[in-house]
């Protein structure tokens, strides 16, 4: 016998908690030795939904990154990580507090790539 299970998300009307949101994502790509990082800006992923918090196959969100630092910028070998929420004021105060201590603690350089990289839906 077919069963079916409905959850209430506890939203009004039986929303789900996970109602479509934006989500927000903000990159970083870093070599040790070099003394340039470069950020993504914040930017608004299409379509994408958290699930229990976290962003479904964020790691290709970074790996999508690395890909366009070796093969477009032409700098191999880069560490590339994500920041992620619903809230794009949240990213941004992190975005402020990582570029501070990478530019005063660390002596890094820190390098905007603007418009010339979007991240894509996985």
């Known amino acids: 016998m077919p ?16 109602a479509e949101k934006t989500v927000y994502v903000w990159g970083v790509s870093i070599a040790f030795p070099d003394s340039v990082v ?16 976290l ?8 790996y999508e990154l690395k890909d366009y630092m070796s093969f477009e910028e032409g700098k191999p070998g880069r560490t590339s990580f994500i920041y992620f929420s619903t ?19 660390e002596n890094k350089t820190v390098r905007y790539l603007g418009g ?5 839906k996985h």
């Open 38 to 53: 470069y950020f993504t800006e914040i930017q608004p992923i299409d379509g994408a939904v958290l699930e229990n918090k």
């Open 55 to 62: 962003l479904p196959n964020r790691h290709l969100y970074s």
């Open 3 to 18: 069963c079916a299970t409905f959850a209430n998300g506890g939203g009004k009307n039986g929303e789900k908690k996970n």
């Open 87 to 105: 809230k794009r004021s949240k990213l941004e105060k992190k975005e402020l507090k990582i570029r501070r201590r990478l530019i005063e603690r």
């Open 116 to 120: 010339k990289f979007k991240f894509t």
